[in-house]
C-alpha cells in the first residue's frame, strides 16, 4: 500500500488549502483505520497534527484545533485535511499515515505534499 497527500501548495497567511490523502497498490480500506496527518517542518522532526478514527472520532494538536478539520469520504476512501487560518509556522511537508505512527506498522511515509505559508 502506498499513502498519497496532495494538495499542498503556496498561501498567504490566513489563507486555506485542502489536503488529501489517498491509497494505492493493494486493498487498504481506510474506513475502518485509525489515520492521521503530521507534518515536518524544515531541521525539524514530523509531529502529528490530526487524527480520524474508524468511529469518526477526531483529535488535533492543540497548534491547530479549531483552524484544521480532518475528515473521511468513505466512499472514495480518502482523508482530508481542511487547513483554514494558516500562518507561516503552518509551513512544512505534510503527511498521512495509520496512527498512532509504529514502525512495525505504519506505510512508507513518501514525499508528502508542502505547505508554504507566507506571511
Known amino acids: 500500500v502506498q499513502l498519497q497527500a496532495s494538495g499542498g501548495g503556496l498561501v498567504q497567511a490566513g489563507g486555506s488549502l485542502r489536503l488529501s490523502c489517498s491509497a494505492s497498490g493493494d486493498i487498504f480500506n481506510m474506513n475502518v483505520n485509525t489515520m492521521g496527518w503530521y507534518r515536518q517542518a524544515p531541521g525539524k522532526q514530523r509531529d502529528f497534527v490530526a487524527a480520524?478514527?474508524?468511529?469518526?472520532?477526531?483529535r488535533y494538536a492543540d497548534s491547530v484545533r479549531g483552524r484544521f478539520a480532518i475528515a473521511r469520504d468513505s466512499a472514495r476512501n480518502r482523508v482530508y485535511l481542511q487547513m483554514n487560518s494558516l500562518k507561516p509556522e503552518d509551513t512544512a511537508v505534510y503527511y498521512c499515515?495509520?496512527?498512532?505512527?509504529?514502525?512495525?506498522?505504519?506505510?512508507?511515509w513518501g514525499q508528502g505534499t508542502l505547505v508554504t505559508v507566507s506571511s
Open positions: 499515515n495509520l496512527h498512532p505512527p509504529d514502525p512495525r506498522t505504519s506505510f512508507d
Open positions: 480520524i478514527t474508524g468511529d469518526a472520532d477526531t
